[in-house]
């Protein structure tokens, strides 16, 4: 397990490198304005996935459980159907600009698509091959925003949307084709029973999901409703950035996740979940520091002139970041264990207290509201999983701390790894 966690961190190191790149790309050319439209085209792309992922959200967990050929049917009939409600709330409330739509249906399709076949690929522990499509996904878009700015003078979100076209079709073809293994011929009998348990697990598990994307972006509608596109342009670079520092955790997770669905250990999952836990949070304060120490005018000087802001709103969000880093795991400690609805009472208590403190503060401090509502939504999540997973067993919160058995337990992992 640990080589799967190594490596899965190393291919997400190079794609958060890529990431910042791609952030530097679009804040040289687009600026902040442009930037902040980017956010929001992203924005209702995951939306579409988050809608497919009520169904799909079970596919790596039931990939060991139930006939697969009947999952993908299952899978892709529901994306269609997401599909069609994305654009009955668009008619009622509109998210994006019209002239946006029609993207956001096609690069939601295909995002969506290639997740169905990732998930197959998890729920097996091919890591290394999701890690490597992933990878290849980052690689295309940055290569080709790179040669469209400054070799054609492409600088337009437009030609940025044209970029995820690309490297979300190449995605999805690589995804389908690694995972065709893995299909197996649909059992008709089974696929109602199939469908009924995909949706209930899916559907506490992707309401959680649902409940956390909107406490990780319900700002930036605010943001763009009483500060204009520019605040949410620097924002967006600010979470951006600081979303980097959540590799370790999720690069973990990844491979947490995979594993105690297979295992179905009660007991093991609750060690490994602690021990990678500790890894996450201490990891990400470390990050957390060494971003906090870097000028101001660094920012200014990598990102453009309207930037200058970005640090202050990461150190506002700081304390958030490290809570969220060992949320991460602990939350895939749930999910891996059957338990979705305790992810979906920690979301939503997430989500009112992003609620509650982006109306609050977001009109009087802008940006910086922005900043401080996620750093309170995200310690509140954290506080409540935290509690959740140990009241059993007796609350301690030495539990957050390394320990001697920790480091026993890494010279063993790591002894392993040089065996094999």
């Not at 949410?232 to 959540?246: D, F, K, P």
Request: net charge positive.
């Amino acid at each position: 397990m640990i080589a799967h966690v190594l490596h899965t961190f190393g291919s997400r190191l190079l794609m958060a490198t890529l990431s910042f790149v791609i952030l530097l790309l679009n804040a040289q050319n687009l600026g902040a304005e442009g930037l902040g439209t980017v956010g929001l085209v992203v924005l209702n792309i995951t939306v579409v996935v988050l809608l497919c992922n009520l169904v799909h959200g079970g596919l790596i967990y039931f990939s060991s459980r139930l006939n697969r050929g009947n999952l993908a049917l299952i899978a892709y009939a529901w994306l269609l159907l997401s599909l069609a409600v994305y654009a009955l709330v668009q008619l009622i409330y509109p998210l994006l600009e019209a002239q946006f739509l029609i993207h956001i249906y096609g690069l939601g399709f295909l995002q969506a698509a290639a997740g169905i076949h990732a998930y197959f690929l998890l729920g097996k522990e091919r890591i290394k091959v999701y890690n490597l499509i992933s990878l290849v996904q980052i690689i295309l878009l940055t290569a080709f925003l790179f040669i469209g700015f400054y070799f054609f003078q492409k600088k337009e979100v437009l030609f940025y949307i044209q970029g995820l076209y690309l490297s979300y079709g190449i995605n999805y073809l690589l995804a389908f084709f690694f995972s065709l293994k893995e299909l197996q011929t649909p059992s008709f009998k089974q696929l109602y029973s199939d469908f009924k348990s995909c949706l209930h697990y899916g559907f506490y598990s992707q309401a959680a999901n649902t409940f956390q994307l909107l406490n990780y972006r319900i700002s930036y509608f605010f943001l763009d409703s009483f500060s204009g596109r520019t605040a949410l342009g620097h924002y967006t670079a600010g979470v951006q950035l600081s979303e980097a520092l959540l590799l370790p955790g999720r690069s973990i997770s990844t491979v947490q996740y995979a594993r105690i669905s297979r295992r179905k250990n009660e007991q093991y999952a609750r060690q490994v979940s602690i021990f990678f836990m500790k890894i996450s949070w201490l990891i990400t304060l470390l990050g957390t520091l060494m971003v906090l120490l870097v000028p101001s005018q660094w920012f200014q000087f990598v990102l453009g002139e309207e930037f200058g802001v970005v640090k202050t709103l990461i150190l506002y969000m700081s304390l958030g970041i490290v809570a969220l880093s060992a949320e991460i795991v602990i939350s895939h400690y749930f999910s891996g264990t059957g338990r979705v609805k305790v992810n979906l009472s920690s979301a939503a208590i997430g989500f009112a207290v992003t609620l509650v403190a982006c109306y609050f503060l977001i009109a009087p401090f802008g940006a910086v509201g922005a900043a401080l509502s996620t750093a309170f939504s995200y310690s509140a999540m954290f506080l409540f999983l935290f509690l959740k997973m140990n009241y059993r067993s007796g609350l301690s919160w030495s539990l957050l701390l390394p320990q001697k058995r920790d480091f026993q337990l890494i010279r063993r992992l790591f002894s392993r790894l040089r065996k094999n």
